[in-house]
């Protein structure tokens, strides 16, 4: 921050004459880093504000002097103390900017909304990028810490988890990394004292803190000794759970956390600043960090591999990334080459952590946020660049005049310069505000998925950041005026007045210039919002097969019964759990229809596929993407999903465990598995177990709209080998009371099993599509946002040219004209502005289309219906903006016309 | 009306009555000036160095090259008083005193107790 500081303070400097800043500026710079750190600025957030305010107050005025007054000031400015003396003084150097800024309130009030409008939604929409893809992770040198990854050869390379063992050995190998640590998530046991909660736990390597370079707030951090076999369970804890559980006590130390599976002593509480791991919502839960105990499932290199360490290293001073992934690598096949076992479908990738946190499709997404919000900051510049050029026009009498007496062209355009200078900052100001409200809101509707949503504030970085936009946007809007001031023929403004010739043919050039960017840059952001609508609508409307309105599930996870030893009872026993939570779920009144459905809910995300096998085939075995989605229901599970029924029979009750085992299959699986024959009363092999078609129903897509449709199997939940399932069911009008009154059922009914909260079919469906919907909405409002300002430009323009040719049109109708002809005139030429403003904006859109692409949902290229619609919009909005100046013309009075020049 | 003699703005004047002492550079002068008038004057920088440039050019301050402050670019330039800069310091001091004196006759100001 202090380095961009520096670098605009450079940059401010260039408001000297050069003399001055060339004798001066270095010293001016020294000045300005030591006053940094003066105590009268008083602290917290609003220091900075203060000590900008009062460099930037000290820097006009005295830049004003040195350019105005050749000599040096008769009597330099004193900072006072008091509020009331600033405000004298201020009053004094600025009254000219006021004065003119309130001598025509309509175009600042105007060009001061917005200005806020554009700058506060790009400041929200930075605070956003910002804190997800730009801003550094929050570890001393972060840019030095690395994830390495195990790739899964088969799809590509993808980075994942690594293997307890092969982290081991990358631990003994390495040389490359200053420390090396892993952790891994070990789930969300339930606290056994009171207040009864689901706790997330995460365990980690005695190293990992080292290697991020934090320490416990209160307490010890993790030590070798504690990762140990046999050592005592310890663990550190959240702030949050310090607050929540311990009330804040210092002497928390000692103290234990019961959890069902262990229970652990607390030895640290972290910061309240410290999160990891690091990612969405629901990735970031951490409330225990316990150390990683290597059991022999980790160590041995056994018949299984589990892959559940997430594993960060810093990297050793000098070292480079690629040349620490190269290392890895020869590591990697050193290890390949004596357990082969382990490595026929893994690599090894080394990426920077923040890469393997927000990846480069979120970043790509953050950047699309940023361009779009960037052409509607460019729309309200243009916007404010031709208000206030309108401005200056109209005040092309009093400004000749000046020039008359001697003002050089400079001295007019640097006037003008220092009002839009103020414009501009006060539009910040007010930007700012309107951004803390905007990204309270934005924070709220981001999808969860995002990765850092926790980091997303307005703060310092982004206020510099709304700094620079406003002193680039004021010198962008100043110049244009400046520009046309530049050679001011005085004689011909004092003798005509300030009707027909002030700024001239040039001018005027200018303004149908900015008007018609305005527009373009309006059709760019309207053209992306119609397809980021017309995507979303074509996601909404994919038959999913099945309809998950007023759908509830709750999930029962049986207790295991420890003096059951036999599978097969103990499996019934849970099973029986389930049954009777279903039976107390179908009394429950307002349920309309309930199910048991095991291994996963439709758009949950969660699944279980096994392999299938058909006896007496004699092609190859089916491949992996041909393996079924199996689920255990019940009877009424059709009715609970509202899915379809093609042909034969549905699982019944009397499908229960001991019966002949049934399935039902999907259309896809039918296709796939049997190609054209007839299933029904066929035998197919599930998960290598024998059972009869007994139906075929259509084909649901379980993973979402955007997911393929899957073979899917259907088997009866008492024939499967699940002991625990959710209850879904179909609920009557208000499904969070029915969901209430379900769950206090279930609990009753499954004593000592653990009941889950509910959650809607809908929340998942939502948060399928809460991307889509998020930026949908976000290019609509921006769409919207831009043609209203893009209006406010066409009926500036189409106002001023009226009033401009006022004697020309009072000719006119003297001469016959009526009134409907010139309305026609002033329509037809809005409307030849539009279409330029149009043609251009489709062939920006036509090749930004590319860019976006990768956002949307079955794209088709240059969608005729979203650029109709588009023109459609442009060309009523635009019509009904210019509708008032061609009325105004029509109603001009030839004979006031005429005698008023 | 001052003839000879240069006529000082309030900034000028406490500039220059800040490197009485001894050399001093720009930061180090605006603290200087601050804890002497209470706060109550406090300069920004381009105001500083506005005075500095005019002091320097009607030669009453000059850089001071050599001082132990000089060589530290973080602070900028140092600055000491001219043998011009004291007399015109001396002959504003004077003015100011014959002013403070006939306000204390005139009971303007609070009259000295010894």
């Known amino acids: 921050v202090r380095r961009l500081g520096d670098r605009l303070f450079v940059l401010l400097l260039r408001l000297y004459p050069r003399g001055f800043r060339r004798e001066y500026g270095a010293d001016l710079l020294a000045f300005f ?87 506060g939604t790009s400041t929200a929409i930075f605070s956003v990028v910002d804190g997800v893809a730009l801003r550094g992770l929050p570890f001393d040198h972060a840019d030095r810490l690395v994830n390495v990854a195990e790739t899964w050869l088969p799809l590509g390379g993808r980075p994942g988890a690594a293997a307890r063992q092969n982290y081991d050995e990358w631990v003994a190998r390495q040389d490359v990394f200053e420390s090396i640590g892993g952790s891994a998530n070990a789930g969300q046991p339930t606290t056994t004292t ?42 550190l804890i959240s702030d949050a759970v310090w607050r929540r559980r311990f009330q804040s006590r210092r002497d928390v130390l000692g103290e234990t956390v019961a959890l069902d599976g262990a229970s652990y002593q607390v030895i640290g509480v972290m910061p309240a600043a410290f999160g990891w791991p690091i990612g969405s919502v629901a990735a970031s839960r951490a409330d225990l960090w316990v150390p990683y105990v290597p059991t022999s499932r980790d160590t041995v290199r056994g018949s299984g591999r589990t892959y559940n360490l997430t594993v960060v290293a810093r990297l050793a001073p000098g070292v480079t990334l690629e040349r620490a992934g190269v290392r890895m690598q020869q590591i990697r096949d050193a290890l390949a080459a004596e357990y082969p076992r382990w490595f026929v ?63 050089s062209p400079w001295d007019l355009g640097r006037g003008l310069l220092v009002e839009s200078l103020m414009l501009s900052l006060v539009g910040t100001a007010l930007g700012v505000l309107l951004s803390f409200w905007g990204v309270r809101i934005l924070r709220a509707t981001l999808p969860e998925e995002l990765p850092r949503l926790s980091a997303i504030a307005v703060d310092l970085r982004v206020l510099a950041t709304a700094a620079a936009a406003a002193i680039v946007c004021g010198v ?286 809908d929340g998942h469906f939502a948060a399928l599509v809460a991307r889509r919907k998020f930026n949908m909405i976000v290019l609509a409002l921006f769409g919207v946002m831009a043609i209203a300002i893009a209006s406010v430009g066409i009926y500036g323009l189409m106002a001023f040219l009226v009033a401009q040719r006022t004697r020309e049109i009072g000719v006119r109708i003297a001469l016959g004209a009526l009134p409907g002809g010139i309305v026609q005139m002033v329509l037809g030429r809005a409307t030849v502005l539009m279409l330029g403003g149009l043609a251009l904006g489709f062939a920006g859109a036509a090749v930004l289309e590319g860019a976006v692409r990768t956002f949307l949902f079955e794209a088709r290229p240059h969608d005729p219906l979203v650029y109709l619609t588009v023109a459609l919009v442009l060309v009523v909005t635009g019509l009904a903006a210019a509708f008032g100046p061609a009325r105004r013309a029509a109603r001009v009075d030839p004979l006031i016309a005429l005698r008023s020049e | 009306m001052l003839r000879g003699m240069h006529e000082l703005t309030p900034v000028a004047f406490e500039v220059l009555l800040s490197l009485v002492e001894g050399p001093q550079h720009g930061y180090g002068i605006k603290l200087d000036i601050e804890s002497r008038t209470d706060g109550e004057i406090s300069l920004g920088s381009g105001t500083l160095y506005q005075a500095i440039q005019r002091l320097e050019r009607e030669g009453l301050i000059g850089e001071a090259r050599g001082a132990a402050e000089a060589a ?18 001396q002959a504003h001091l004077r003015r100011l005193s014959r002013a403070v004196d006939y306000a204390r006759a005139r009971k303007l100001l609070p009259a000295v107790r010894s």
């Open chain 1, 33 to 119: 880093r030591q006053d940094r750190d003066h105590p009268k600025y008083g602290s917290g957030a609003l220091r900075p504000v203060r000590f900008w305010l009062a460099t930037l107050a000290d820097l006009s005025r005295t830049a004003w002097r040195q350019r105005v007054a050749r000599r040096p000031a008769p009597e330099p400015g004193i900072q006072g103390r008091t509020a009331g003396r600033i405000r004298e003084r201020l009053g004094v150097d600025l009254r000219y900017g006021w004065r003119d800024l309130w001598s025509s309130p309509g175009v600042t009030v105007s060009a001061l909304a917005i200005l806020t409008l554009g700058i």
């Open chain 1, 194 to 235: 009171a207040p009864i909660e689901n706790l997330h736990v995460i365990r980690v390597t005695a190293s990992l803190f080292g290697v991020l370079r934090v320490a416990p707030a209160i307490g010890r951090a993790i030590q070798p000794a504690d990762e140990r076999a046999g050592a005592a369970p310890v663990a």
């Open chain 1, 345 to 407: 479908d893994h690599g090894i990738a080394v990426r920077r952590l923040q890469d393997s946190i927000v990846g480069a499709e979120v970043r790509s997404w953050m950047l699309l946020l940023l361009g779009a919000v960037a052409v509607v900051l460019l729309v309200a510049c243009l916007n404010v660049a031709n208000l206030l050029l309108a401005r200056a026009v109209a005040r092309g009498r009093e400004l000749a005049v000046r020039a008359a007496l001697g003002a």
């Open chain 1, 476 to 761: 962008f809007f100043g110049t244009l005026p400046a520009l046309q001031l530049a050679r001011p023929d005085v004689s011909a403004t004092l003798r005509h007045g300030n009707r027909s010739h002030t700024g001239g043919a040039l001018g005027d050039r200018i303004r149908i210039a900015l008007v018609t960017a305005e527009v373009a840059l309006a059709v760019v952001l309207l053209a992306g919002s119609g397809l980021f609508i017309a995507s979303f609508l074509r996601v909404m409307s994919v038959d999913l097969g099945l309809n998950p309105d007023h759908v509830v599930s709750i999930g029962v996870y049986p207790s295991r019964v420890p003096a059951i030893t036999d599978r097969r009872v103990r499996l019934a026993a849970a099973q029986s759990v389930v049954m009777a939570a279903l039976d107390a779920a179908r009394r429950v009144p307002g349920v309309v229809a309930a199910s048991v459905l095991s291994s996963g809910l439709p758009l949950s995300g969660s699944s279980m596929s096994v392999p299938v096998q058909l006896p007496g085939r004699r092609e190859p075995p089916f491949k992996d993407n041909d393996e079924a989605y199996v689920h255990g229901v019940t009877a009424e599970y059709l009715d609970v999903m509202r899915c379809t029924l093609v042909r034969g029979r549905w699982i019944a009750d009397t499908d229960r465990a001991g019966a002949p085992p049934v399935v039902v299959l999907s259309e896809e699986a039918v296709r796939r598995y049997f190609g054209g024959r007839d299933p029904l009363g066929e035998t197919i092999v599930l998960n290598e177990a024998p059972m009869t078609v007994i139906g075929i129903v259509r084909g649901v897509r379980f993973k979402g709209p955007e997911a393929d449709v899957r073979p899917e199997a259907y088997v009866p939940f008492p024939q499967s080998d699940q002991p625990g399932a959710d209850i879904a069911f179909r609920t009557g009008p208000d499904p969070a009371l029915v969901a209430a009154a379900v769950q206090a059922a279930i609990r009753s009914a499954a004593a000592g099993g653990f009941v889950a909260p509910a959650e809607t079919i």
């Open chain 2, 72 to 89: 530290d670019p973080r602070r900028g330039r140092s600055y000491r008083l001219l043998p011009a800069g004291r007399t015109a310091l």
